[in-house]
């Protein structure tokens, strides 16, 4: 049997983790790293903070081993440990999800009314074997490139104004983005939806998509 020193020691391992993870700035560099791989520069735009703070943030969660780093001439570039750590993102945000009432209300504010409709990944990915819809990824490029479903056309949010001619509209379009907590697709919906183009929104984004084992296509 071990001893309680021994206990103690392990189990401070495990809130090291946990400790890293009381942070909503952090939480946030995880989400944006769900993704992909991103630059320290990329990381601290999507994330409206400044470069030094947005280091010191990744540093840590490094030292937890939860991200990796990678030097790339004069960049450094984080990624996520491995598929873990997107599986004990996912999950925190499914136990918070269930168990705190606060966080439907919030997760409510932030992506706005339900006035937008929804396509299942299993009724997604029928269609997309019938060809008979566009599947529109509406991230960032760096986050595209990092890893997207075969086949999607890309178009970031910020610049579906100026490119809408793009778009068919003999064909149902899906937007999709990093998941289930992302407002990006919800707001590309509504914007197409507006102009006279017929859009859902698909349920799940890139994370869920990773985490089923469902292709993702690097670019």
Excluded at 28 to 40: C, F, H, N
Excluded at 60 to 74: P, S
Excluded at 86 to 102: D, F, I, S, Y
Excluded at 140 to 147: K, L, R, T
Aim: with cysteine; glycine share 8%.
């Amino acid at each position: 049997m071990g001893d309680r020193s021994s206990k103690e020691a392990l189990f401070a391992e495990f809130a090291a983790v946990g400790k890293v993870l009381g942070n909503p700035k952090r939480l946030e560099l995880l989400d944006l790293l769900s993704q992909g791989a991103r630059s320290v520069e990329d990381l601290a735009a999507a994330a409206s903070v400044g470069m030094s703070t947005c280091s010191a943030h990744l540093q840590t969660l490094r030292e937890a081993g939860l991200v990796e780093a990678r030097r790339e001439g004069k960049r450094i570039y984080y990624s996520l440990s491995g598929d873990d750590v997107v599986g004990l993102w996912e999950q925190l945000r499914r136990v918070a999800q269930a168990h705190r009432p606060h966080t439907e209300l919030a997760r409510r504010a932030y992506l706005g009314p339900e006035d937008t409709d929804a396509v299942d990944t299993d009724e997604l990915l029928r269609r997309l074997d019938e060809g008979d819809v566009v599947i529109l990824d509406v991230r960032p490029e760096p986050e595209f490139a990092g890893g997207h479903l075969p086949g999607a056309m890309h178009i970031p949010l910020e610049e579906l104004t100026d490119r809408l001619s793009e778009l068919p509209r003999d064909r149902e379009i899906v937007a999709y983005c990093r998941g289930r907590y992302c407002v990006l697709a919800h707001d590309a919906v509504r914007f197409l939806n507006a102009n006279g183009i017929h859009a859902r929104r698909a349920t799940d984004g890139v994370v869920e998509w990773r985490l089923a084992g469902l292709p993702v296509t690097m670019s």
